[in-house]
């Protein structure tokens, strides 16, 4: 059932919501409703989850046409099933225990590598950078027109994901193949490799954000996020040149975490 046919049938004869159904569309309301599903695991849709994971490393258009469908039928954006957020999870934790084999850390090294990473890495700066765009988005890039629409924070906070999930795999996952036997070896071969994933890495977490904030039709020169591609790509040939490493300065400061 569509949104304005549950709103209409719930009007009074005043003309006047009822409280319980002006609640439901509050983002406390929302947020609430998330997070309380967030501790049920039967009603989330993890395959659909495992879906969307898969085309944003091939297809991620068509994970923001989904949030349109979704917009039209429950008058959200923002995703309403934390399956996504658990499955990300998942593959932080796994990844991050690679990441503490292959740096050859200790058990309790690798838990508060680990915790780190979840709480900081992932939680603290998603927070942060999710809080930021809300902010410029509905600052700057709203249409005059389209004054009545906002960016929803929960939105904000799932593209954040939909970016970091392809960013963690490059990084996390695929790179620790590489990590002893090629990336840091100190030679050209291995800060090319490693720089060049982390380029990808980073311009996929780029590419995906604009598509997140291109997909909301009453935002306006939603363009300029994919102005960091320029200085982007002007570090990684810097870094070339200069011989920098950035694996080796991520490995180095993990190990500075845990002392």
């Known amino acids: 059932m569509l949104p304005s046919t549950s709103v209409n049938s719930s009007v009074h004869g005043n003309g006047v919501l009822s409280s319980r159904d002006a609640a439901r569309h509050t983002a406390g309301a929302k947020r609430y ?15 659909f ?3 969307q994971m898969l085309y944003l490393f091939t297809s991620p258009q068509r994970v923001y046409r989904n949030f349109h469908y979704r917009k039209q039928t429950k008058d959200q954006w923002a995703r309403d099933d934390p399956a996504f957020l658990v499955l990300l999870s ?34 603290g700066v998603g927070l942060l950078i999710s809080t930021l765009m809300w902010f410029i988005s509905n600052k700057y890039l709203v249409k005059r027109q389209s004054r009545d629409y906002d ?63 291109s997909a909301l039709p009453f935002l306006k020169n939603t363009v300029i ?16 040149a200069l011989g920098w490493n950035f694996t080796h300065a991520l490995c180095s400061f993990y190990k500075y975490r845990v002392k």
């Not at 680990?114 to 890495?121: E, K, Q, T």
């Not at 996020?225 to 070339?240: C, D, H, R």
């Open 151 to 213: 960016v929803e924070w929960g939105y904000a906070f799932d593209v954040h994901l939909n970016a970091f999930y392809p960013l963690l795999v490059i990084l996390h996952f695929i790179q620790l193949f590489f990590i002893n036997h090629v990336i840091l070896t100190d030679t050209f071969i291995g800060y090319l490799v490693g720089n060049t994933l982390w380029l990808i890495a980073v311009g996929y977490y780029i590419y995906v954000t604009f598509l997140g904030y």
């Open 90 to 123: 998942i593959w932080l934790c796994v990844s991050t225990l690679g990441f503490g084999f292959v740096l050859d850390m200790g058990f309790f090294e690798t838990i508060k590598l680990l915790l780190w990473v979840v709480f900081i890495d992932c939680v």
């Open 49 to 51: 989850a495992a879906w």
């Open 225 to 240: 996020l994919l102005y960091p591609f320029a200085p982007l790509i002007l570090l990684f040939g810097l870094s070339l």
């Open 33 to 47: 409703k998330y997070l309380r599903r967030l501790f049920r695991f039967r009603q989330m849709d993890f395959e």
